[in-house]
């Protein structure tokens, strides 16, 4: 007999294959959606709409200082990206490096401790020496108004300065006429895009930085899990169900890409995309989207250790209290 399951995932290459249905879920009767927003996933996923769902990292880890906090996550990391991409700047700020945003104000996207910014704020920490404090920080979207997010517990750490931008104000119209000197963002600034010469990333050659950040760490950050209430992770044979789905339909994807280089690639429309693939396998491995906790520890525990030191989480968790348990060995 199957489970009846709600999913709810965004449209990646590597969930096609379970949004068009090539690749089923065992003993479960799935019903799949998706959202043109991946933030209206995380919202559903607050009002209980879905029984498995997406999830970003810390809307996830959030929960964990209700009284009862209702859900666990599966170690699938649909969304992942290398963030030193994520940092921009007013070019007539002043800021050549990241020590010279002491004092600055910074806009960041969404949230204080959006799930870039977490990891950006946990780097620059580590790396740089710089923490939350020294800066000021303005919350807004992007190209577009934002209203706060009152659908998610927002803490702010004593002695960190945090407001939201006015209605009608985007952080990249602010960033742009040097109303914050800096930006953390998901998205890319519409204005950089357009060659604007007020705007400019921290990191000018981030691919070479972020590289060098994966050799010396070895961690690929992941924005975001996949989440369960904790009443369905008792049942382990759906759970394992679940996770075997998702890591087949990911090598659906991964093994598209290896057998097109067989083709050097010729139904890509990037140019040289065969040798990028090349320099990601030979630096990432030949599982460069690794799902499962032991190839994701060390990336989990540094990201758990920056919530809390960024006063996102009242404790200190780690990947055994948040992950289904009959998952750890994965």
């Known amino acids: 007999m199957s489970t009846k399951l709600r999913v709810a995932t965004y449209t990646y290459e590597h969930t096609e294959a379970l949004l068009d249905g090539r690749v089923p879920i065992d003993k479960v009767d799935a019903t799949f959606e998706t959202a043109s927003l991946v933030s209206d996933i995380f919202q559903r996923t607050v009002e209980r709409r879905y029984d ?39 070019t007539a700020a002043g800021i050549e490096k990241p020590q010279d ?20 704020k946990g780097i620059f920490s580590d790396e740089y020496g710089l923490t939350p404090d020294q800066s000021r920080w303005v919350i807004g979207g992007t190209d577009h108004p934002l209203p706060a997010f009152d659908w998610v517990p927002q803490p702010v750490p004593e002695g960190v300065d945090v407001r939201h931008a006015a209605d009608g104000e985007t952080l990249s119209a602010m960033l742009e006429a040097g109303e914050i000197d800096a930006l953390i963002s998901v998205d890319v600034p519409q204005a950089l895009l357009d060659d604007s010469t007020k705007i400019a990333r921290l990191f000018p050659d981030y691919e070479s930085v972020e590289r060098d950040y994966y050799r010396r760490t070895g961690i690929f950050p992941a924005m975001h899990i996949v989440a369960v209430p904790r009443e369905l992770a008792a049942q382990t044979e759906v759970m394992a169900s679940i996770y075997r789905a998702f890591c087949e339909a990911k090598e659906i994807a991964q093994n598209k890409y290896r057998q097109g280089a067989l083709k050097q690639h010729m139904d890509v429309v990037t140019p040289w995309f065969s040798r990028h693939l090349e320099e990601n396998r030979a630096l990432l491995g030949e599982d460069w989207w690794s799902y499962g906790l032991a190839a994701n520890r060390k990336m989990l525990d540094t ?28």
């Open 52 to 90: 498995v769902s997406e999830y970003g990292l810390t809307y996830f880890l959030r929960t964990f200082d209700l009284e009862d906090s209702p859900f666990l996550a599966l170690p699938i990391f649909p969304n992942r990206n290398f963030r030193h991409s994520s940092v921009f700047v007013n």
């Open 101 to 120: 945003l002491v004092g600055k104000t910074i806009g960041e996207f969404a949230m204080f401790g959006h799930d870039p910014g977490v990891w950006m």
């Open 303 to 330: 990201f758990l250790r920056y919530h809390h030191e960024q006063g996102l989480s009242k404790r200190p968790l780690t990947s055994e209290d948040i992950i289904v348990p009959t998952l750890l060995g994965t």
